[in-house]
Structure formats: structure tokens, C-alpha cells
């Protein structure tokens, strides 16, 4: 899928929010970074080369829905609209039910009396097995409220989401607060990554290949996310230029969620699949070499090297 629809539960909606020009700016953006030195049994993951926001976005909390819709009502006054920090367990549309909640940008982008108009173009099969069907329309402000019901505590993979959803770090509201977006004049922060990283797509496979393994499952969904997006590129990259190499790069990462999905269940039921892990990752490394060699011979006019400083944005 090309457009909106074909990325990961935040850029699908921000890409909506930026306009159709922030799809190709997304494509080109689409890296794997790990960052290693967490500790704890944690990694964090920047899915975005340069700051696909461009800077312009800041995350606002408040201590109650009323006052959070409130500031929503302004900023869609402002700006047009407004990206609302949802949660997935209280959204009507998905299927993830309660015990599945995870934050998730819903835009908002109309008001009329108590109702809200609300655009989710998020689709996808979760890893959990469940599922997020597309959605918009009218909702009302106690629908509103209720899918911004604030994840407490929030876990420290999804906190490290949120901080990294825009590629680099960003300050985040204290837990427990009403989140939304609003679109600053600030100057843009630094696009730096803090700490020990792995920033190129090849050697974060390396590293997550060494390391994988059931009793790190709650890495899955950052593992798909990362999947989602090259897949979204691959699509917008074959439709460019069709080549088998950069579809066997596209099936490969399609692929590594299912895989990986079916290890867990595997290992759950006693048998375990590290032979099968390992050619997992080691087949999706060579299909990422193919597809580097390719576009280093002659790239397609959609990746913009000016706005690539470093490489081909695979």
C-alpha cells in the first residue's frame, strides 16, 4: 500500500495530518536504528532518518479530558486540525480489546457542538493477532474522551515509542496526562540521537538477530513497526521502479513479523525455533544488500539526495 494506510499506527495518521507531500518525505525517511545502551533488558528503536515532522510538532498533556479537548478545539481552530495521543484499548474501531492498549496518533479535525470528527487511516493486522480496521467520522466528546484515556504506568517500550515516533527525541507530558500535538513556531530541536546507537539498517538486524528470542516479545511490535514502514517504502519504491529484487526485499520484511509471531507461539507450546529466527534475519540482511546495490547503481527520481545526509535512505 502507497499511501497512509500502508504505515504504522503514528506516521499512518501524521502523514494524513502533514498532506499528501509528507508521503515521499516519510519514504525517503525510512531507516532501523537500535540504540543499545538502555539496559534493562531494552532497546530503543528511530524508525526515521530525518525528523519526518520537520520540527514542527510538540506533545502537550493536561490533567483532565476536559481541559485536554479543550486545548484540541483551540488547535484545530489554529492549525486545521490536531493529532490527539489515543489509546488503542478504548478506540470503538479496533479490534485489540483492553489488554491490548498502546498509544496511537488519531487525527482530529472538526468540532461541531459535542461531536468530534475524527480520521484513522491505520490498517493493518497487529501482531498480537489483532486487527485495526480504518475509521472516520463523527464521534462524541465521551467517545473522544475515552480514546484518550491515558495509559498508566506507561510501559518504558511505548514511552520510548512515543519519545522516538517523529525519529528523535522529543520531551513527553508527565504520565497520566490527556497527550495531543500542537504545531510549534520553536526553533526545530536538533535532529541527534542520545546515546549508543546502531544507525544503519544492516547492523541493526545484525544485532536484533543475535539477540531475539521469545522471552523478548514485548521488542514484536517495534519489529513490525520497523516492517510496516520498509514495506510502505518498498511499495512506493516498486511503483517508481519495478525490479525483483526490490520485491524480494518487500516480501522479506512482510515476512519477519509472521516469523517471528510463529516462533513465540512455537515456543509456547515447547518447541522452540532458533534455526528458523536466524534464517529469518539472515535472508532479510541479504535482501537489504540486494536492494543497497541496486539503488547505489542508479537511483529512482523519489529519493532526494539533498534531503539525505547520509547514504541511501534504505
Do not use: K
Not at 113 to 129: I, N, Y
Not at 202 to 229: F, I, K, N, T, V
Amino acid at each position: 500500500m502507497t499511501g497512509a494506510e500502508g504505515l504504522s499506527c503514528y506516521t499512518a495518521n501524521l502523514a494524513v495530518y502533514l498532506g499528501p507531500d509528507a508521503l515521499d518525505r516519510i519514504a525517503r525517511s525510512i531507516r532501523l536504528a537500535v540504540r543499545t545502551d538502555l539496559g534493562h533488558d531494552l532497546l530503543a528503536f528511530s524508525h526515521h532518518r530525518t525528523p519526518v515532522d520537520e520540527g514542527r510538532l510538540a506533545y502537550c498533556g493536561a490533567g483532565d479530558a476536559a481541559t485536554a479537548l479543550d486545548a484540541v478545539a483551540a488547535e484545530i481552530e489554529r492549525a486545521g486540525g490536531c493529532l490527539v495521543v489515543a489509546n488503542t484499548g478504548h478506540l470503538d474501531w479496533s479490534s485489540a480489546g483492553h489488554e491490548g492498549q498502546a498509544p496511537h496518533f488519531l487525527l482530529v479535525d472538526d468540532r461541531r457542538g459535542d461531536e468530534w470528527h475524527v480520521v484513522d487511516r491505520f490498517t493493518a493486522l497487529l501482531p498480537s493477532g489483532g486487527g485495526q480496521e480504518p475509521f472516520t467520522g463523527w464521534i462524541s466528546t465521551a467517545t473522544l474522551a475515552r480514546a484518550l484515556t491515558p495509559i498508566v504506568p506507561l510501559p518504558p517500550e511505548q514511552r520510548l515509542r512515543n519519545e522516538l515516533a517523529f525519529g528523535f527525541p522529543r520531551p513527553l507530558p508527565r504520565d497520566g496526562d490527556y497527550q495531543w500535538l500542537e504545531r510549534t513556531d520553536r526553533p526545530a530541536p536538533d535532529a541527534e540521537l542520545e546515546g549508543e546507537w546502531l544507525t544503519e539498517t544492516d547492523e541493526a538486524l545484525a544485532l536484533l538477530g543475535e539477540l531475539w528470542s521469545p522471552e523478548r516479545l514485548r521488542l514484536l511490535d517495534d519489529l513490525w513497526a520497523a516492517a510496516q514502514h520498509h514495506v510502505f517504502r518498498y511499495d512506493r519504491l516498486l511503483a517508481a521502479v519495478e525490479h525483483p529484487v526490490f520485491d524480494d526485499a518487500r516480501r522479506a520484511w512482510r515476512d519477519l513479523p509472521m516469523a517471528l509471531r510463529f516462533a513465540v507461539d512455537s515456543a509456547a507450546r515447547g518447541r522452540h525455533r532458533p534455526t528458523l529466527v536466524a534464517a529469518t534475519f539472515d535472508a532479510l540482511r541479504r535482501r537489504e544488500r540486494d536492494a543497497l546495490s541496486l539503488l547505489q547503481e542508479g537511483e529512482p527520481a523519489w529519493i532526494d539526495r539533498s534531503r539525505t545526509p547520509s547514504g541511501i535512505s534504505l
